[in-house]
């Protein structure tokens, strides 16, 4: 084993947490944990872990964006021809995981992925920078390339094609992760952290259990 990698650890003392400190319905703790996590000016504060599998169960990992959540779920925009929308194609189960280290705390959130409404997906691509637009054009995202030529004259070429006016490609869009579980996580000193499992009931309702760090 190589000590130096074995030896790296670090004791969480920063906060606790109680069932009495939980909301009753889970994306309200969420939006609590969220607000929280906000304040504190963590770098890229929705940045979050995408897993999934493909049809022969393999998993895959990546981090991607989270761009809105609300009582339906939680909405990350992709490329309808990546590897990961082919893998949700395959196998509509996923988890996503958001670790606010600076607050050591973790939010572990598994569910069924769906696309959004067309509308939804058009009027966030308006709203980003020109050249994320274009990106979404000039990226054959997930396919082999042979140089980054390919991705600056496919860049050149739909920026002469377009110019200002930049439209949404029909393979890009957004999706939702429609929460089944959501656990938090609070680091608690010698590895005896606060964890709590919520587990959908029905459309209105969570059960809450304590889980063993």
């Known amino acids: 084993m190589n000590k130096k990698i074995a030896d790296i650890r670090k004791d ?10 939980l909301a009753p319905d889970a994306i309200d703790q969420f939006n609590k944990w969220w607000n929280e996590a906000v304040k504190c000016d963590i770098d890229e504060v929705n940045a979050m872990t995408l897993a999934t599998c493909d049809k022969n169960l393999t998993p895959h990992a990546r981090i991607v964006l989270l761009k809105d959540f609300d009582e339906n779920g939680f909405v990350f925009f992709s490329n309808y021809n990546s590897h990961k929308a082919i893998e949700i194609a395959e196998n509509h189960k996923a988890a996503i995981l958001f670790f606010w280290k600076e607050l050591e705390r973790q939010v572990r959130i598994e569910g069924l992925i769906e696309k959004i409404a067309e509308s939804e997906s058009e009027e966030y691509f308006h709203s980003r920078p020109a050249g994320s637009r274009i990106s979404a054009w000039a990226s054959p995202q997930s396919s082999i390339i042979q140089s980054r030529d390919v991705l600056d ?4 070429k739909y920026l002469d094609e377009f110019g200002d006016n930049i439209p949404r490609p029909a ?7 429609i929460p089944r579980c959501i656990e938090f996580w609070q680091g608690r000193s010698s590895r005896m952290h606060d964890r709590f499992l919520y587990t959908r009931v029905n459309s209105n309702d969570w059960r809450i259990e304590r889980l063993a760090p």
């Open 12 to 21: 969480y003392k920063l906060q606790s947490l109680s069932k009495a400190d």
């Open 171 to 177: 393979h890009w869009g957004g999706y939702c992760l």
């Open 153 to 156: 004259k496919n860049t050149q």
